[in-house]
C-alpha cells in the first residue's frame, strides 16, 4: 500500500564522501542538470571527496572525464569507478590468468586487453564469459557463449551491470546487460556468479577502499531506487534520490521503507545542508 508520507527533504550537514551517479543525476543526455556545476565546487570547497559511478561499460573512464570537463566539471581519472574499471580490477584479482570471451563493446574490450587479460573466441580456451551491456549482440556471440558454458562446470558467467535497461530522455530506453545474462543463463543453463555493477558490493568495496573513508560518512546520491540507492543500503551508508532520472516519488511510496533513501530531493542541489 503507498506510503502517502514521503517529504522531499535535504541533508542537515555535509558529508566526508559523496557518490554520484551520472546519467539522471549530475547529467541528462548530453546537458547538465540544474545546480551540479555549482554543488561539486561547494563539496570540493568544503573538503568533501566526490567519486562519479556508473554501471555504463560503454565508456572508460577517460571519456568521461572528456564528457564533464565538456560540461564544465573538472574531474580527476581517479574520481571515476564504472563498471569498466571493476570488471578489470575483479578479473586481475580473482582470475588473473583466466581467458575471458567479452561480450562488450569496445572500450571494456580494449580496457581488458590493456590490462593484459587473455581474450578468446574459442569455447574451449575460455574460463570466463562477460556479458555486457553491448549493441553488437548477434547470435553468434551467444553460440560462443553457449558451447563455452555448457555442461564446462569451471567456466563463469560474469556480468559487468545487471541493469534491464538503459532509459534515454524522453521516456525511451533499450535493453542493457540483463537481457544478454538471461538469454546465456536460459541456453546454457547456468547462473551469472558476480554483477560488477551497482548495487552488488564488488563496485562499493572498490570504491570504499579507494576513498578510505567510513561507509557511515558518505552519502550516495542517485536517481535509481533498484541500483544507486539499494546499493547505499547495503553498504550502510546514507542515500539521497533525485527526481530527474528513472526513479520518482511514487516509485518510493511503493518500496519497502528498509530499501528507502535516506532523502529525497528534486534535484542535486537538494544535497546542500539546509541549516547552511
Known amino acids: 500500500m503507498a506510503d502517502s508520507t514521503i517529504e522531499l527533504v535535504g541533508p542537515d550537514t555535509f558529508f566526508d564522501a559523496y557518490l554520484f551517479d551520472l546519467d539522471g543525476t549530475i547529467y541528462l543526455g548530453s546537458e547538465l542538470l540544474p545546480d551540479a556545476r555549482e554543488l561539486i565546487e561547494t563539496l570540493r570547497n568544503q573538503g568533501a571527496k566526490t567519486v562519479f559511478l556508473s554501471n555504463n561499460p560503454t565508456r572508460d573512464p577517460d571519456m568521461y572525464i572528456t564528457k564533464l570537463t565538456g560540461l564544465g566539471i573538472e574531474v580527476e581519472r581517479d574520481e ?5 574499471v571493476t570488471t578489470v580490477l575483479w578479473l ?13 563493446e569496445e572500450p571494456l574490450v580494449n580496457a581488458l586487453r590493456e590490462a593484459g587479460i587473455r581474450l578468446s573466441e574459442d569455447p574451449a580456451e575460455i574460463d ?3 556479458a555486457s551491456y553491448d549493441r553488437g549482440f548477434t547470435y553468434r556471440k551467444l553460440q560462443i557463449a553457449f558451447d563455452a558454458l555448457w555442461q564446462r562446470d569451471h567456466v563463469k558467467l560474469i556480468t559487468t551491470n545487471p541493469d534491464r535497461y538503459c532509459p534515454f530522455p524522453g521516456g525511451k530506453g533499450e535493453p542493457d546487460a540483463a537481457a544478454i ?5 536460459a541456453s546454457a543453463g547456468v547462473t551469472c556468479v558476480a554483477n560488477m555493477g551497482k548495487p552488488d558490493r564488488i563496485m562499493i568495496d572498490t570504491v570504499v577502499a579507494h576513498l578510505g573513508v567510513e561507509p557511515a560518512n558518505t552519502v550516495m546520491v542517485g536517481d535509481r531506487l533498484e541500483t544507486d540507492i539499494r546499493m547505499a543500503v547495503n553498504a550502510g551508508m546514507k542515500s539521497a534520490l533525485v527526481l530527474t532520472g528513472d526513479s520518482q516519488l511514487a516509485d518510493v511510496e511503493h518500496t519497502a521503507h528498509e ?9 542535486v542541489g537538494g544535497l546542500l545542508p539546509r541549516s547552511r
Open 92 to 104: 586481475k584479482q580473482h582470475h588473473p590468468d583466466a581467458v575471458v570471451f567479452p561480450i562488450a
Open 259 to 267: 530499501f528507502r533513501p535516506t532523502f529525497v530531493i528534486p534535484g
Open 181 to 185: 545474462v538471461a538469454a546465456i543463463e
Open 80 to 84: 571515476i569507478i564504472n563498471t569498466v
Open 128 to 130: 570466463v564469459v562477460v
